[in-house]
């Protein structure tokens, strides 16, 4: 027997507010100072009532837009009831039967270079849960709670379950998170909990009469991490498989269940079965008023709205005649280094000198010193600067890289100035005296009766050690005008 993998995921993303969803308190990573960023309406006392923020109102519309979603004109707020000591309230104030937007889709490129569409379920609106600390040491200290985080904004987006691979999952996990990042809706930092994700999973068992069974549907919680993501998709799906060998169990035989995924072992483990919608009891929240949304509201968040990753990939293609190998891999550098590259591509007048230089030095050099470009010591237009003097044949693509190296070297801020002295200092600038390039192609034809005899006899490769010597004698000339003289002189000897 076969099987399809069936994979949905529920990606829980922190938007990048000052304040919390419904008070004024702060967002901020405090883990060193819990609960001192609460105050009663985030934890809930008596009397207490919610104001809806509405930047997290609105930065959440615009992540409804970039995933194409359709914007609700009504949408409403509702209680979701369960206990857990890190939701002090007894409920979460979240979104239930009209969600603020729902419908859309994301295209995600597979490292095969194929694309899978992801269809959007909804993205709703929802208020955190603070954090529960376990003493994990075994020596059965107490558990103590965090509130800090009650109350943070949060989108929570539900796909269909539209991906088969694990790979495809975290495909599109990065996807969103560069396309999140792009319209600074969310900082994504995964290590501090602004972007985790669960992971429905089951398999689709093909039967010999044709048909298929499925098996019972495994949420894995609170993954934060791509790699964490991959892994536990892929350990869930080969557990179940092996469960279904042994037992036969279907959909029909078991509720959804819950799972944790411990890293260090690249296993999930049970935690236990599903609530369904009725066991939450929602109702709609009496202290919060609706909110409607008109479509000169739609049209003024879609205005400020920045060009999408998968936009930017194709224009790159179009404008600057990029591979899409190239254009992936500036883009998914994040907005700086893509916006980095235009400056350069649009003022040194050649995108692909700009895309080959960014792609193999600028990025290595980031690397290598561990800087972003916002701190790297060669500024967008100085770059181009020396780029553009390579594309008017004023400097060879050698000396360029000379003086590349010349700014780096000085670990300050580069300016434009500075590439003209090191041209000077290194004596750089291409030499354009025919006369001195003749000169120096006598001088070693001369020389070397030996590399001219083989190449007269037919060893056209013979010709490569006397570019280079004379490429020595004349510092600064072009090679491929040494290289065109030279054949010129070779062939017209007798």
Known sequence: MS???IIGLEVHVQLQTQTKIFCGCSTAFNPDQPNVQTCPVCLGLPGALPVLNGKAFWLAVKTALALNCEIAPFTKWDRKQYFYPDLPKGYQISQYDLPFSHDGHVDVVTESGGERHVRILRAHLEEDAGKNLHDESGRGRDSQVDLNRAGTPLVEIVTEPDMRTAEEARRFLEELRLLLTYLEVSDCNMQEGSLRCDANVNLHVHQPDGGKVATPIVEVKNLNSFRFTEQAILHEVERQWEEFQRTGKTIKDAPKSTRGFDPGRGVTYPMREKEEAADYRYFPDPDLVPVTVTPADVARVRAEMCETPISRRQRFQTDYQLSAYDAAVL?????????????????????????????????????????????????????ADLLGRVHRKELTLKSAREVFAALLESGEPANIEQIGQVIAEKGLAIVQDAGAIDAAIAQVIAANPKPVADFKSGKAQAAGALIGQVMKLVKGADPQGVRERLLEQLKSLP
């Open 3 to 5: 099987y399809d993998v």
């Open 331 to 383: 883009v998914d550098q994040g907005r700086e280094v893509a916006e980095y590259f235009e400056t350069v591509a649009r003022a040194a007048g050649d995108g692909k000198q700009a895309a080959n230089w960014i792609t193999q030095d600028v990025l290595r050099e980031l690397n290598d010193r561990q800087l972003t470009i916002a701190t790297f010591p060669i500024p967008a237009p100085v770059l």
